[in-house]
């Protein structure tokens, strides 16, 4: 183990090349027109995990982005095996003015590289990729069987990863799981997620009229769509945070007082969220604190919304059309179909005339909660310890990972979620970034965990 840690001290900078040439390549997975650079970078990737030394290494085509998968089974049936799971596709990069350098074109400031993905989640995955490196130069053999499965559509609700977990079981069968895509609790504060939320995505359409029409000769009469949305907008979610969907809460879990002493001990400070959000004051559910309203309570919000005129000056149209795109986070024991369901009814029953109301259903996940008692998680509460030298905190998210109850279900493994990211890193946001000591960092913290699991787990 101390020769792969030598090895990772001695090779940061061309770690960090390496990690800014896997950012250049644009993998935005929800954008049609980025399809070929989805593909460049799986077939980076590829490469790179060839280079590396892994012995088998396999693109997965899928109806959407590829799967990437590499695996090295050569400590062999007395050994314990690890599934890798991260996502090489990113959010789209817009707004693209508000980025101080180009989203694709990384730079290092302050210790930091900005780049789409760099903390979401190249950054990550590729410090387990150093990792593995790592432990490969050191001349021995690796002391566990390894698969990493790196996805390109995680960002779009991991659409084709379901199917292909399900019918490659064998394939992916590992003794646990190990993700690293979610935050620290803070700036050296390390964490282990047991908890995350899960989604349900929603697009509304209302139609109107068949063109845009004069709002003199047709406004009052003619329901206009704009209007229409926003009263279906204004009745999902009230003033105080109540989600007023029929039957929204029934399946809500309630946190044990205990579990809600422990979170709230952690000291998160309404002032740092503050801070980090960028405003001045904060909502949301009454009677809530914000550890509750973000990690075990659900909620709604309107991602984007988009009609009528919106140009320079003023315009007197009654607009043809509106749309909407809503998601909500769910917690246990919520469950994304029938959360989408009741939504959908209860919209139907608002049958607002004059207008057309269609709901599609982008995308969901269920919530999952990942048992904190196993050997895995041991071994990454050490691995955490001993490369940050600070105890480690246990947390919930509030973010989403649609595989993760899947391979607990289908794989029956449990996860650990290990994230180096900072909740500042503005992921899904302008100038995202990652701290690159955090990178660092995060490679031991895997060399750590690897070795430290083979230990504890022999067969
Ligand atoms: N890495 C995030 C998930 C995350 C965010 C975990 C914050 C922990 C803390 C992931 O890439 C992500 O953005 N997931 C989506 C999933 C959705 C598309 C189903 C999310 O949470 O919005
Ligand atoms: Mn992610
Ligand atoms: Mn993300």
């Not at 644009?26 to 954008?31: C, E, I, L």
């Not at 690293?180 to 390390?190: E, L």
């Not at 709002?215 to 009230?238: E, H, T, Y």
């Not at 600070?390 to 899947?406: M, W």
Request: with cysteine; charged share 20%.
């Amino acid at each position: 183990m101390n020769s792969a840690l030598e090895y990772l001290a001695d090779n940061k900078a061309k770690a960090v090349d390496q990690l800014s040439a896997f950012l250049s390549i644009p993998s935005v997975s929800t954008d049609p027109a980025q399809k070929q650079q989805v593909d460049n970078c799986a077939t980076w990737l590829f490469d790179h995990l060839e280079e590396i030394g892994f012995p088998k290494v396999t693109v997965f085509p899928t109806k959407g982005h590829p799967i990437v998968y590499a695996e090295d089974l050569a400590a062999g049936n007395g050994a314990p095996t690890i599934l890798f799971y991260g996502h090489y596709d990113v959010q789209p990069a817009d707004p693209i003015e508000l980025w101080t350098s180009d989203p694709f074109t990384p730079s290092i400031r302050n210790g930091k590289i900005y780049a789409r993905g760099a903390t979401d989640d190249k950054g990550q995955v590729f410090a387990h990729i150093k990792a593995i490196e790592a432990m490969y130069k050191s001349g021995k053999p690796l002391p566990l069987n390894i698969k990493f499965l790196i996805e390109g559509e995680e960002e779009v609700g991991s659409k084709h990863l379901d199917s292909f977990v399900k019918e490659n079981t064998t394939l992916l069968k590992c003794d646990a799981v190990v993700v690293s895509d979610s935050s620290m609790f803070a700036p050296g504060k390390p964490s282990l997620v047991y908890g995350l939320r899960g989604m349900a995505y929603l697009q509304l359409d209302v139609q109107g009229p068949n063109r845009d029409l004069h709002s003199g000769s047709f406004g009052g009469p003619v329901q206009n769509p704009i209007n229409a949305l926003a009263w279906i907008l204004a009745a999902l979610k009230d003033q105080s945070g109540n989600v007023m969907v029929p039957g929204f809460y029934d399946d809500v879990l309630e946190i044990s007082k205990k579990e809600l002493d422990q979170l709230l001990a952690l000291g998160m400070s309404d002032e740092r969220l503050k801070v980090d959000a960028g405003v001045t004051g904060l909502g949301g559910e009454k009677g809530f604190t914000s550890v509750e309203k973000l990690w075990t309570r659900p909620t709604l919000d309107v991602n984007g919304i988009l009609g009528g005129f919106t140009g320079e000056g003023a315009k007197t149209v009654l607009p043809a059309k509106a749309m909407a795109k809503i998601s909500m986070r769910l917690v246990p024991n919520q469950s994304h179909v029938d959360i989408a369901k009741k939504v959908e009814e209860f919209i139907g029953s608002m049958k607002i005339p004059g207008v057309k109301v269609t709901v599609t259903n982008l995308h969901g996940a269920d919530p999952v909660l990942v048992p904190t008692d196993t050997e895995a998680m041991n071994a990454a509460v050490k691995a955490l310890r001993d490369t940050f030298d600070t105890d480690v905190v246990f947390q919930r998210e509030g973010g989403s990972i649609p595989v993760v109850l899947l391979f607990e279900k289908i794989l029956n493994a449990p996860t650990v979620l290990m994230g180096f990211g900072l909740n500042n890193e503005n992921a899904h946001s302008p100038d995202e970034h990652f701290d690159l000591q955090n990178f660092h960092f995060g490679s031991q913290a895997a060399v750590r965990f690897y070795t430290y699991f083979a230990r504890s787990t022999p067969k």
